[in-house]
């Protein structure tokens, strides 16, 4: 997909990558880019400095009744969603002590969330014979957020639900894609990092941390070719190849570089 004149949502595009996504699309020429996202007014500064191709729209992805409004009201206004970034996630910082509560936002936000406007979408884009679904998991999706149980969880579920998305529609025109970043400069990270959570600093030791802008040029590029899974870091593919040959013998490496950090 190039984004020419293209029809796009992006939810979470009021921060981080969300917010860089939204601006990159505009600037790659996209008709209009709905800025879609939970901060209704940091939603409406990042659309009102993109311009008038873009606009904000307040949503809680949680709710089913509010992605299904979200989509219904994009394709009234333009006909059609050509991209919808399933882009909205959240972290929990903890381990298997974060109560259900905790679990439940998780599950809800970084898996849920992505079969709701999924849901909501794919009517319309099976219909037209073509669309593409762009879902923000995470390195954690394919290899684990060390200190963040509940996030490793649900990012696993989310690349496993994107996986499904993509061998299920594929062959009726429908292109999904899993953006895999490590470590990005966004506030998720940064108030990790200025905390000292344990998780934040495996990632920071893990590879670079890359500006959300980077992030939406891999993405970008990832879109050009199509591709399932888009990994920002190259290395994440390294990793995630080790972890598959040698399960017990990366999840040592993993232990010795959290000894290391927490010695
Ligand atoms: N920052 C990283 O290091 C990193 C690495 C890998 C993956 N990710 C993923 O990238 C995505 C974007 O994260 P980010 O780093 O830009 O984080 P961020 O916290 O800067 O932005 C997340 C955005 O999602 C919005 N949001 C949260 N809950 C919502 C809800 N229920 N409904 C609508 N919007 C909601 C927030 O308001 C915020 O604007 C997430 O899915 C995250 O898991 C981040």
Redesign the pocket.
């Given at each position: 997909m190039n984004l020419t004149d293209r029809i796009v949502v992006v939810?979470?595009?009021?921060?981080?990558?969300?917010?860089?996504l939204s601006r990159r699309f505009a600037a790659e020429g996209a008709a209009a880019v709905v800025v879609?996202?939970?901060?209704a007014d940091?939603?409406r500064a990042v659309a009102e400095g993109i311009g008038p191709v873009a606009h904000a729209h307040a949503?809680?992805?949680?709710?089913e009744e509010q992605v299904r409004a979200l989509v219904a009201d994009t394709e009234q206004r333009y006909g059609r969603i050509d991209l919808f970034c399933a882009?909205?996630?959240?972290?929990t910082g903890g381990g298997v002590e974060v109560d259900d509560t905790g679990w439940d936002q998780a599950w809800?936000?970084?898996v849920l969330?992505h079969v709701y406007s999924a849901r909501a979408v794919l009517p319309g884009m099976l219909a037209r014979g073509g669309g593409h679904l762009l879902h923000?998991?995470?390195?954690?999706g394919v290899l684990t957020a060390v200190g963040d149980a509940a996030?490793t969880a649900t990012?696993h579920a989310s690349v496993g639900f994107a996986e499904w998305l993509a061998i299920t529609y594929r062959d009726r025109g429908i292109r999904v894609s899993a953006?895999?970043?490590?470590?990005?400069?966004?506030?998720?990270?940064a108030d990790g990092l200025a905390d000292g959570h344990l998780g934040a600093r495996v990632?920071a030791a893990s590879g670079a941390?890359l500006t959300?802008d980077q992030v939406a040029e891999a993405a970008i590029a990832g879109l050009a070719e199509e591709r399932f899974l888009i990994l920002p870091h190259p290395e994440v593919a390294d990793y995630a190849r080790r972890r598959a040959e040698d399960p017990d013998g990366w999840q040592a490496g993993m232990r010795k570089l959290v000894r290391r950090l927490t010695a």
């Open positions: 939810t979470g595009g009021a921060g981080g990558i969300g917010a860089a879609a996202d939970l901060d940091a939603a949503v809680d992805v949680t709710d882009n909205a996630g959240v972290t809800r936000v970084n969330a923000t998991c995470s390195a954690a996030y990012k953006l895999c970043p490590q470590g990005v400069d966004t506030p998720m990270l990632v941390v959300p």
